[in-house]
């Protein structure tokens, strides 16, 4: 299935780093990202829908009740996008922030790029 950028960053943030239910992440995954996909974060590099699904539970799990929030509208450019948000408690301050770049390829997400920002 073919998804706009836009679509795809807004899942990725909410349907795939924001899930907790593991079979609801795993669909998304296999929904949304290439078999070859490759995830970039200041840590490490994360290759494949497995490996997309291990760090994205462990990312989870270190504050489930953390939610992702867009503070700008998806942004796309050719076969790219980006997507700037925050996260925290809800009703709380944000705990930090950051910006996904995605390039897309056939209608998902070959690469995610995560860069950490100041909060806003």
């Known amino acids: 299935m ?5 679509a795809l960053l807004t899942r990725n943030l909410h349907d795939v780093f924001g899930e907790s239910d593991l079979a609801r ?3 998304a995954i296999d929904e949304i990202f290439t ?5 970039y974060e200041p840590r490490g590099v ?3 829908r497995d490996e997309i699904d291990r760090v994205a539970g462990a990312i989870k799990a270190t504050h489930p009740d953390f939610r992702y929030q867009p ?3 998806p942004e796309e450019l050719g ?3 980006r997507i700037q948000w925050v ?5 709380e301050a ?14 998902q997400i070959a690469a995610l790029y995560l860069f950490f920002d100041k909060l806003p």
């Open 46 to 48: 994360y290759r494949g």
């Open 79 to 81: 076969n790219g996008g």
């Open 71 to 73: 503070i700008a509208g």
């Open 94 to 107: 944000p705990a930090y922030a950051g910006t996904d770049f995605i390039i897309v390829r056939d209608g």
């Open 25 to 27: 992440r795993r669909a």
């Open 35 to 39: 078999e070859d996909c490759a995830f």
């Open 2 to 6: 073919s998804h706009s950028i836009s």
């Open 87 to 91: 996260s925290g408690r809800a009703g």
